[in-house]
């Protein structure tokens, strides 16, 4: 069965940065299309940045483009979500998901999802 266990998140003032950890078990996450992805109170989860299975290519929502940096790291089997330049509209739980079967998800189409960390950001 795989796990996905989020941390890292706490409330941080605007402007301020943090790094969210995921760490996985079951499972590697050099095998997996990983992705972050948050929701805010009264909000639809959305996608905040996702790297493919082979690791060659990672996307970002336009929201965070420039702001936001997700990361693997096969010998700790846990991706990262640096956040830097935070504003209070990043806001949100935010969840880490993996699916085994497909190379590169941008939806909410993942097999695994964590139960995730809030970061909230004070303006």
């Known amino acids: 069965q795989v796990q996905l266990v989020e941390s890292g998140g706490e409330l941080v003032q605007a402007g301020g940065s943090l790094r969210l950890s995921c760490a996985a078990s079951?499972?590697?996450?050099?095998?997996?299309?990983m992705g972050w992805f948050r929701q805010a109170p009264g909000k639809e989860r959305e996608f905040v940045a996702a790297?493919?299975?082979?690791?060659?290519?990672?996307v970002y929502a336009d929201s965070v483009k420039g702001r936001f940096t997700m990361s693997r790291d096969n010998a700790k089997n846990t991706v990262y979500l640096q956040m830097d330049s935070l504003k209070p509209e990043d806001t949100a739980v935010y969840y880490c998901?993996?699916?085994?079967?497909?190379?590169?998800?941008?939806?909410?189409?993942?097999?695994?999802w964590g139960q995730g960390t809030q970061v909230t950001v004070s303006s």
């Open positions: 998901a993996a699916d085994s079967r497909r190379g590169l998800i941008l939806t909410l189409e993942y097999d695994y």
């Open positions: 079951g499972r590697t996450v050099s095998s997996s299309a």
């Open positions: 790297v493919s299975r082979s690791g060659g290519s990672t």
